[in-house]
């Protein structure tokens, strides 16, 4: 046998005479039998990996009840509100606060801070600036693409719980905005919502007024919402908007 028949690497260690019983029994093995082994050992490692168990995924735990999540106190101008000024109002920072100024009739502002939240518990501080009594000031969860549920009252002592879909506002659980003694005209108000599940409740300076249900959204942003009846000039400033978790 010549060397070159052999691996040169492999007849320099352990000489020529077993380079040759190897390259004997080699030639022993058909090419069939290779083939079989390949298919057997491809079928094997297939089963084998479609029977390994899939990883196990874990929820992430939700934090404890009262966790603060979202906290401004308005301080800064930099906290991601949703503000412009034009001729229909404006929205926007304001000496402390977070002004709306709504001038045109029947109309509805609001701002949310760009976040993504399910069961959210939203406090907050209202005070009418300036404008009509009769207006519409509060906070709103589960925004998506316009539509959310809401929370407002009126400087003349009304409150009301509702969702906006689609273009069409729905009270719920009332046919109208409520009275409440609750709301004392020109003062600061303390805004208390719970979303929590389908159950929407709603307090006023830290009474429980309404509790309703609806399961039209489950998550979205958070925000502040203030609009006009007939007559426009709605001038309110929010203040203290925490949301905590339920």
């Known amino acids: 046998m010549k060397s070159e028949d ?5 007849i320099s260690r352990v000489g020529r005479h077993q380079c040759r019983v190897t390259r004997m029994l080699s030639d022993k093995i058909s090419p069939m039998k290779i083939l079989r082994a390949i298919i057997l050992l491809s079928v094997f490692c297939f089963l084998f990996t ?7 995924s874990h929820p992430t735990p939700l934090p404890p009840s009262g966790t603060v999540l979202f906290q401004d106190e308005f301080d800064t101008s930099n ?8 001729e229909g109002g404006i929205m926007d920072y ?16 609001w701002s949310t801070v760009q976040k993504n939240y399910g069961d959210v518990r939203i406090e907050a501080d209202v ?34 719980v509702g969702k906006y879909i689609n273009g069409l506002t729905t009270l719920l659980g009332q046919s109208e905005m409520q ?3 609750l709301i004392e005209p020109n003062m600061i108000s303390h805004l208390r919502a719970d979303c929590v599940g389908s159950t929407l409740t ?11 249900q609806d399961a039209d959204l ?5 925000g502040v919402v203030a609009g006009t009846f007939s007559q426009p000039g709605v001038d309110v400033s929010f203040d203290n908007f925490v949301v905590m978790q339920p």
Request: with cysteine; net charge negative.
């Open 50 to 56: 479609a029977c390994a168990p899939a990883p196990t």
């Open 218 to 222: 489950s998550s979205g942003d958070i």
């Open 79 to 86: 906290t991601g509100w949703d503000r412009f000024a034009n």
């Open 179 to 181: 009275p409440s003694a």
């Open 127 to 160: 005070l009418k600036l300036a404008g009509p009594d009769e207006n519409r000031m509060g906070v709103i969860c589960r925004y998506q693409g316009g539509n959310h549920y809401f929370f407002v009252i009126s400087n003349d002592g009304y409150y009301a």
């Open 202 to 212: 709603f307090y006023v300076n830290f009474n429980e007024v309404a509790t309703v």
């Open 6 to 10: 052999c691996n040169v690497r492999f």
């Open 94 to 109: 304001f000496e402390g606060g977070f002004r709306i100024l709504v001038q045109q009739p029947g109309l509805d502002f």
